[in-house]
């Protein structure tokens, strides 16, 4: 038997490793000038253009504008932008607008950066922007990255921070059903920390203690979720905060009502974590829990594939996406297949969906249940129901070409 995802993001200030931060808000804000005397000049001699008319950035008329009222003769390009970026670097801007994050993708040109910044508020105009870019010739010097700003920062002080690198923030996302393996992996890749490390934080028994999770890891206990960090982070301050973001989404009634159940944490995250592995939809999630409950409290075995791809990934670090028969008998205590009762510890990091399916499942009388080609499942009361869904399945996996 089969019983066999940018929302906002979650942002860590630079720091020690000491610090905590869950949910924190940005820390590294930036300040500079933006050329305000020369907007608010440009801005008043346009005051009286009709109120129709299309708009036209200032500092490109500023720039485009004849001296003298001659529009004939117009003073050299090099002597009018030597101006204004005088002006600009003697107009101080203290921005204490909210702060924005702003992400920067590989390979963006200066132009798409000028209007992502000025999308968001943190500068008045691209055209300002991109000038100033090309005057300090920095047109390649742009580094990727998510970065905190505040609105009205100004061009100069964006375009330090974006060619420095200062206050640049890393985009970590964590997907739900991620093994510590996965986790690690994806850790190496996007922020540098080394997988071993990484690892080695997740089991460290001192962090354990702290946040009272009574395992050997954090396995199932760090929050899928994307993060955004200080570049840098290191191994145990990111566990640090994926746990404090876990224990903050915890909700009071999640434990009440596991409680009321005979249930405690932990055998609700594992719960939840078979149900994250085996679910590919949200509407198969409280009915995947109530198989996985129904047996229980008949005493038969979970016999979940979730638990041995688990076991497998446990023992040779590589996840296994399909089983063959052999691997049944996979010899771990995580074998559902070969051991009753809950397995050790989660296999993997639920969801809140999740979590929500294995506290309130749907009230069937299902025990079984097989995964059909596009994911969704077939229920079944009784073992002879399930091998014709079983058989059923087989023929839908031929005609959509499974091996």
Same mark, same amino acid.
């Given at each position: ?13 630079? +720091? ?11 820390? +590294? ?14 801005? *008043? ?22 001296? @003298? ?47 992502? =910044? ?40 964006? =375009?330090?921070?974006?060619?420095? +690198? ?9 997907? &739900? ?17 080394? *997988? ?25 206990? $760090? ?54 592995? &085996? ?16 047996? $229980?409290?008949? @005493?038969?075995? =979970? ?68 995964? *059909? ?31």
């Amino acid at each position: 038997m089969t019983a066999g995802r940018f929302a906002g993001g979650r942002v860590a200030p630079a +720091g020690s490793d000491s610090e905590v931060s869950g949910r924190g808000t940005p820390t +590294g804000s930036l300040s500079g000038a933006d050329g305000a005397a020369v907007h608010q000049r440009v801005s *008043r001699a346009s005051e009286s253009a009709a109120p129709n008319a299309p708009y036209r950035d200032p500092v490109r008329r500023a720039l485009t504008a004849p001296i @003298g009222g001659d529009p004939v003769r117009r003073a050299p390009v090099p002597t009018r932008i030597a101006f204004l970026a005088v002006a600009a670097a003697c107009s101080p801007s203290q921005p204490s607008g909210p702060q924005e994050i702003v992400t920067i993708p590989p390979g963006a040109t200066v132009r798409a950066v000028a209007e992502s =910044l000025a999308v968001h508020g943190v500068i008045n105009s691209p055209t300002w922007f991109r000038i100033i870019t090309r005057i300090q010739g920095q047109d390649r010097r742009v580094q990727q990255g998510v970065y905190v700003f505040r609105q009205g920062e100004g061009s100069a002080s964006a =375009l330090r921070a974006l060619v420095s +690198g200062k206050a640049l923030l890393q985009r970590f996302t964590v997907p &739900e059903g991620f093994t510590l393996l996965d986790i690690g992996a994806a850790a190496e890749r996007a922020l540098g920390i080394p *997988r071993d490390r990484f690892l080695a934080a997740a089991r460290d028994t001192a962090l354990l203690r702290e946040f009272g999770i009574p395992a050997s890891s954090f396995e199932g206990f $760090l929050r899928p979720e994307t993060y955004l960090v200080a570049t840098g982070i290191r191994a145990p301050k990111m566990v640090r905060v994926m746990a404090a973001t876990f224990a903050a989404d915890w909700k009071p009634e999640w434990d009440a009502a596991a409680k009321a159940q005979g249930l405690d944490r932990k055998a609700v995250v594992i719960l939840a974590s078979i149900v994250e592995a &085996e679910a590919k939809v949200d509407s198969d999630r409280a009915l995947i829990a109530a198989v996985y409950r129904n047996r $229980l409290r008949a @005493g038969m075995p =979970l016999q979940a594939d979730a638990t041995v791809q688990y076991a497998i990934q446990l023992a040779t670090g590589a996840r296994k996406p399909r089983l063959r028969e052999k691997d049944y008998w996979f010899a771990s205590p995580y074998n559902t297949y070969l051991h009753g009762g809950l397995p050790p510890g989660p296999v993997g990091a639920p969801g809140r969906k999740s979590i929500e399916a294995a506290l309130a499942p749907a009230r069937v009388p299902y025990l079984y249940f097989v995964a *059909r080609p596009d994911g969704r499942h077939m229920f079944s009361r009784t073992y002879r129901e399930h091998l014709r869904a079983v058989r059923s399945v087989r023929q839908m996996g031929s005609a959509a070409g499974w091996q």
